[in-house]
């Protein structure tokens, strides 16, 4: 009892550090690597928007973005992206204390606004295409196409993911590899909303404003 | 699990004896929700109206997407200051930092271009043309 006692009263800081504690737990190390893969896409999506901002004006005389985007669908598409990734956090809950119906509940809703999402975007260039704002028609054009396109076809891996966790999540249950990949997914998904984050502010906002 | 309590991974959630304050996690997230989205509704507003200096708006809406991402990394992402996730925190502002070089570079670069680019005057492409 007297040790317990002790142990209680050693202070936080007496613990060894993080580089004194020996390897880091293979959770630790796993998600990290992730991270920094995340890390690597974000500065890759850096590029598309650094070469959208100087080809922004280089419609070389077709349609411009004012006269193409249409704000309500950019809103539904917004909150649709912004609600997943808040339902998703609740799935990664849900995984953390082993509920199982609340962790397919989760990737369900998950899933729905996400391919709402997706169907919005496809509908949306489906339009401009007929339209004759195809990806060929102007510089403007082709790096829209390439930004706007790079985030949707993240979000379609994003979904195909999911869809291959519940299968592993049903077969395989809560085991340590699976709640890494599950850990991972949820970071991909996050980082996807904070990348539409700058596509809709410097797109479709800074777009069609004067 | 004293690794844990020192390093934490990108994205997890700090364990209870971790977490000074004691807001059930899902209260987090729903923070998170709500402030995201009142600073979206006040970047579709500004973007649409006119009360405000039209100057403005291109740096107001860069504003609130810096702050949106901020909300995003803190109340989704879990990232603190604290001593577990120093290193996920080196490891973003080193991403920063590139984003940072990357974009302002490109953006600088080509406008100057831009406008040291030699419009040639009429006369001349009249000539281009004939020949």
Request: charged letters at 10%; glycine letters at 8%.
């Amino acid at each position: 009892m007297n040790i317990a006692v002790a142990i209680d009263t050693v202070p936080q800081d007496a613990l060894p550090g993080a580089s004194e504690a020996g390897t880091a737990s293979k959770r630790i190390v796993v998600t990290y690597g992730f991270w920094i893969f995340l890390l690597s896409d974000i500065v890759m999506f850096a590029a598309l928007f650094a070469s959208y901002a100087v080809l922004v004006h280089a419609t070389a005389g077709g349609p411009t973005g004012a006269r193409l985007f249409n704000q309500t669908t950019v809103a539904i598409e917004t909150a649709c992206l912004l609600l997943s990734s808040y339902s998703c956090g609740l799935m990664s809950l849900a995984v953390n204390s082993r509920n199982r119906l609340g962790t397919y509940l989760g990737a369900l809703i998950t899933f729905a606004l996400g391919a709402a999402f997706l169907t919005l975007e496809l509908r949306e260039f489906a339009d401009m295409i007929a339209r004759g704002a195809t990806p060929q028609r102007s510089a403007f054009l082709s790096a829209f196409f390439t930004l706007v396109g790079c985030h949707g076809l993240h979000v379609t891996l994003g979904l195909i993911w999911l869809v291959v966790m519940m299968i592993q999540v049903t077969v395989m249950g809560f085991v340590t590899s699976v709640q890494h990949r599950l850990l991972c997914f949820s970071l991909f998904w996050h980082a996807l909303d904070i990348v539409w984050v700058g596509v809709f502010t410097v797109v479709y906002l800074m777009g069609v404003s004067p | 699990m004293t690794d844990l309590r020192y390093d934490r991974a990108p994205g997890d959630i700090p364990s209870e004896e971790l977490r000074a304050s004691s807001l059930p996690e899902a209260l987090i997230y729903t923070i998170g929700l709500v402030v995201a989205f009142v600073l979206t509704a006040t970047s579709f507003w500004i973007a649409n109206t006119s009360l405000l200096w039209p100057g403005g708006v291109g740096l107001g809406l860069a504003v609130l997407a810096i702050a949106q991402m901020g909300i995003h990394l803190v109340f989704f992402l879990h990232l603190t200051s604290g001593p577990d996730s120093t290193n996920n925190i080196l490891a973003l502002a080193f991403g920063l930092l590139i984003v940072f070089v990357v974009v302002t570079g490109t953006i600088w670069i080509v406008s100057d271009l831009n406008d040291n680019m030699l419009i040639p005057s009429r006369d001349l492409m009249n000539m281009h043309i004939q020949h």
